[in-house]
């Protein structure tokens, strides 16, 4: 099977230097903000809900068929929608019905108890662990 990066379902884009600088931009504060721990995002049932600092611009990733507010959201690329829309404190995106639409919340009972990952096997000839930092 073939497979290549750039189909019509997936065009190259070609942005201008304004339209670089303002994605660059964007993507400045909104990794300020998420550093900063002053971004929360959570889904319950067809909503997801944003909390950033206002006019922080948020980026997204939905299928078809999302609003943000009551307006359509985002431009179409590959199947699904993406862009930015700048906060006022909090977002509310509404998902499209489909089959796999996740369930109303119910109680919160707490977290779920889960087991700790199985060690790994470490290949010959390793000497020392690569640190783990969030920026890494």
Not at 29 to 44: D, E, L, M, P
Not at 62 to 78: E, I, N, Q
Not at 101 to 110: I, K, N, Q, W
Request: charge should be neutral; proline fraction near 10%; aromatic fraction near 6%.
């Amino acid at each position: 099977m073939k497979r290549t990066i750039c189909t019509t379902a997936h065009p190259v884009t070609n942005l201008r230097m304004k339209a670089i600088g303002v994605e660059l931009q964007r993507r400045a504060a909104w990794t300020s903000a998420v550093r900063a721990g002053q971004v929360t995002a959570y889904r319950i049932g067809d909503t997801v809900t944003v909390r950033a600092p206002d006019g922080t611009a948020v980026p997204a990733g939905l299928p078809a068929g999302s609003t943000v507010g009551s307006d359509a959201f985002g431009t179409a690329y590959a199947g699904a929608l993406s862009g930015w829309t700048a906060s006022s404190g909090e977002l509310t995106f509404t998902l499209p019905a489909s089959p796999g639409t996740a369930p109303a919340a119910t109680a919160d009972t707490g977290p779920a108890a889960t087991a700790p990952a199985p060690d790994a096997t470490i290949p010959a000839g390793v000497t020392e662990q690569v640190p783990y930092t969030p920026d890494s």
